[in-house]
């Protein structure tokens, strides 16, 4: 890290067409939208991994207005967008057209956010099997630790509560320290992505303020706040969705100087099993 790289040069791993097309592949990061520096550029660095990686859904947080239409301009042909607000920062969903098909989508608002924070769900269909997608933005800040547990709750029960014959993926900026997450039951039906891979340590931190300095803070943190989690369909005769691969993305400086965001992105795959 510190080495300045063209996006355009970075590979992931090679794959052959027919496991390529058998794995559900997701995208999601919290892209700093309101961070108006080098922001021409970092939208650019944004679209360059998108159309790199290629990923069948992509989930982001902290939308703003200059980034959506920036995004629409370069990936409108190949990606559905679904938009989780309009003012100020929002979510943002975008589904591979050739691959995702879009049933129904639905914005919940978090009734006591104080920061405008919601939950953005989309029933889609991927390969014949049904796949429940959700992403949020979770109360940001350590005082607000109360509302942002709640807003987590929320999701761990509407995960639960979705119909048995669909597979749920949520993937977000939780905000959420480790140790609240060990005051919440989880359904034994619900697990971690990271936790289920093995807990890698190079996918651990996805807010490092050590090793991204795009912004200037006076105590250095190193947090997991960017989470996957999966329910697999409960349904007999409907395929089981299995964790395949993670990696964080955005970690090579851009020629500004600056990452793309101060949050790593997480690209992660999914087999049926």
């Known amino acids: 890290q510190g080495q300045s790289a063209d996006v355009s040069s970075i590979r992931r791993e090679e794959k052959t067409e027919v496991e390529e097309d058998d794995k559900l592949s997701l995208l999601t990061w919290n892209i700093d939208g309101l961070d108006g520096e080098e922001q021409p550029q970092r939208a650019r660095g ?54 995702v098909t879009l049933l129904d989508s639905k914005i919940l608002p978090f009734r006591y956010s104080r920061m405008m924070r919601n939950l953005l769900i989309a029933q889609v269909m991927f390969r014949g099997q049904k796949v429940c997608l959700m992403t949020s933005h979770f109360e940001s800040c350590k005082d607000n630790s109360g509302e942002r547990m709640r807003q987590f709750n929320a999701v761990i029960k509407r995960m639960s509560m979705a119909p048995d014959d669909f597979t749920v993926l949520f993937g977000g900026d939780t905000n959420l320290r480790d140790y609240e997450v060990a005051t919440v039951e989880i359904p034994v039906s619900i697990c971690d992505l990271w936790e289920q891979l093995g ?19 006076r105590f250095k943190n190193r947090l997991r706040f960017d989470r996957v989690y999966l329910r697999r369909a409960v349904k007999d005769g409907v395929p089981r969705m299995e964790p395949h691969s993670m990696a964080l993305v955005g970690l090579e400086r851009l020629k500004c100087g600056r990452y793309t965001s101060d949050h790593w992105g997480i690209y992660c795959t999914f087999s049926f099993e």
């Not at 990606?79 to 979510?91: A, K, L």
């Not at 807990?199 to 803070?217: F, G, I, L, Q, S």
Request: charged share 25%; net charge neutral; glycine share 4%.
């Open 199 to 217: 807990e890698p340590e190079k996918c651990r931190y996805t807010w490092d303020t050590w090793a991204n300095t795009n912004k200037e803070m």
């Open 46 to 99: 944004l679209c360059s991994y998108i159309l790199e990686y290629s990923p069948d859904v992509v989930l982001l947080q902290e939308m703003v207005q200059p980034y959506i239409r920036f995004m629409h301009k370069r990936l409108a042909t190949n990606y559905t967008f679904i938009e989780g607000g309009e003012i100020g920062y929002f979510t943002t969903m975008l589904l591979k057209k050739t691959r």
